[in-house]
């Protein structure tokens, strides 16, 4: 029938697998796009928190299908982990999860690769999750990537060391020998055994199939718009087309069968890694944010980079992605204080504009801020969006005006129940 696809507005870790997971009932496959294991999307059921990397976040559900879509890349070793510790809480991984043949490996070198760019790259380092994603889509886009379906080749392993021979010559490039490759090499080959056990299929075909018999679709993306390959903060970037059209591209289904888009974001702004971030905070109000928010990455632990929401980044996001609702996650972490910022325009050279430079990066770019007074109330106490105070209603009409886009979902909490809808008929729209 049609696809609505969920994704981030910020540079990632809004809450997307939250979202999803609650969504995820109303429709009869989820299917993840783009990114890989540098994602990190958490679910908390019933007090037990599960955190995703490639695995999309419907595999929760009894009676749903999940997919990897073609845009993933994908590592072995951390999806067999993944799916080894959803066995072991009694999940049906194999009657729900099917991953795309067209999805790309991520080779043990690709990692090594990484971090050998990233240590050559010294202060101006990206602050890669270090999973190997940018050389992996390297490999794709130079066309001599490796793809989950030559697995089934007979001759997979001269086509893996034909590889690894080119991998090993371009790491001599950066001067680095901190790896054990045969120890990780083993562990890589025992997962592609595990792997090939899965079901792995034509995605492009099953996903249209299932559209056309009225099936219908959410598309989880991973990272966030301002991590994207052309739109984000480059190169502080991820290497995925984190947006809408990563969609299209990373499952195979066309523009003209997508929907709703439902676009994440924090009442504030986080960032992991290094690049450029106009509202951060670096003072005790960012602080206050990180501790009161847990903000430690999902995947690597790393501290989260932490400032005010930021309303230019956001109505940029919402263009691109052709945002048609919004879910604010994360309010309650800023319950307690008096003074809410929101950034309203940036000033560059004593000029101001809602529009973002072309290069943030050696631009400086002094935020406008608008206060509004806090709510002052556990945002976690309430089930119902009307009961909702008026101050924090306030807030959320004043977001809604500057960025014409309705918030329909307001996340109060990391558990799956934690969320209100705008319209009593919760996702009727969806
Ligand atoms: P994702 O990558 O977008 O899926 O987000 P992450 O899982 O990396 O990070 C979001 C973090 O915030 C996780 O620890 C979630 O459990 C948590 N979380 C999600 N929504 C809310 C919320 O509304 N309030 C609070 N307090 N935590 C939330
Ligand atoms: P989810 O899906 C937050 C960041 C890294 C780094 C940059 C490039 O959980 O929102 P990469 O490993 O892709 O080469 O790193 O992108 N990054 C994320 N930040 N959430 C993520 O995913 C991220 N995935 C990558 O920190 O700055
Ligand atoms: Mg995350």
Redesign the pocket.
Same mark, same amino acid.
């Given at each position: 029938m049609s696809v609505d696809i969920l994704l981030?507005l910020q540079w990632? =870790?809004?809450?997307? $697998? %939250?979202?999803?997971d609650y969504l995820a009932n109303n429709y009869d496959i989820i299917a993840r796009f783009q990114g890989g294991p540098n994602?990190?999307? &958490? @679910?908390?059921i019933d007090g037990v %928190?599960t955190? @995703?990397h490639t695995v999309p976040?419907g595999i929760m559900h009894e009676g749903l299908i999940n997919v990897i879509g073609n845009g993933v890349v994908i590592d072995p070793v951390t999806l067999r982990k993944e799916i080894e510790n959803l066995l072991s809480k009694g999940i049906e991984v194999n009657k729900r999860l099917f991953i795309s043949k067209k999805a790309h490996l991520i080779l043990p070198t690709h990692k090594i690769l990484d971090a050998a760019s990233e240590a050559s790259k010294g202060v101006n380092k990206i602050g890669s999750t270090l999973r190997g994603i940018s050389p992996t889509y390297m490999d794709k886009t130079g066309r001599n990537g490796f793809r989950v379906g030559d697995i089934l080749d007979p001759n997979f392993k001269g086509i893996y060391e034909k590889i690894k021979e080119k991998h090993l010559k371009l790491v001599t490039i950066y001067d680095y020998q901190d790896f054990e490759l045969p120890e990780i090499e083993k562990t890589w080959f025992e997962a592609i055994e595990f792997l090939r056990e899965l079901n792995l299929i034509d995605s492009e075909y099953y996903l249209n199939n299932a559209l056309s018999k009225g099936k219908k679709i959410l598309a989880e993306g991973?990272? $966030?718009t301002m991590l994207d390959i052309d739109f984000g903060t480059y190169p502080f970037v991820t290497s995925s087309n984190t947006i809408t059209s990563g969609a299209c591209n990373g499952l195979g289904i066309a523009p003209t069968k997508i929907k709703e888009v439902i676009g994440?974001s924090?009442a504030y702004c986080t960032r992991v890694g290094t690049g450029p971030f106009p509202t951060e905070l670096d003072n005790e109000t960012g602080e206050r944010i990180r501790k009161?928010?847990?903000?430690f990455?999902? &995947?690597t632990g790393r501290p989260r980079r932490t400032g005010w929401i930021d309303l230019p980044a956001l109505k940029y996001a919402i263009m691109i992605n052709g945002v048609t609702q919004i879910a @604010? &996650? %994360?309010? =309650?972490?800023l319950n307690d204080f008096e003074v809410i910022e929101a950034c309203t325009d940036y000033e560059v050279n004593g000029k101001r504009s809602q529009e973002l430079p072309y290069d943030l990066c050696n631009t400086e770019i002094t935020p406008v801020y608008h206060k509004l007074c806090g709510w002052k109330t556990d945002l976690?106490a309430f089930s119902a969006y009307e009961d909702l105070p008026e101050t924090f209603l306030g807030y959320l009409n004043f977001l809604e005006e500057y960025l014409k886009t309705d918030i329909t979902m307001?996340? &109060?909490?990391?558990?799956r129940e %934690? @969320?209100l809808f705008k319209k009593a008929l919760e996702v009727q729209s969806l």
């Open positions: 981030g990632g =870790d809004e809450g997307k $697998g %939250k979202i999803v994602a990190g999307h &958490t @679910l908390v %928190k955190v @995703l976040s991973a990272q $966030g994440i924090k009161i928010g847990s903000e990455g999902a &995947t @604010l &996650t %994360k309010a =309650d972490i976690r307001i996340s &109060t909490g990391p558990e %934690k @969320l």
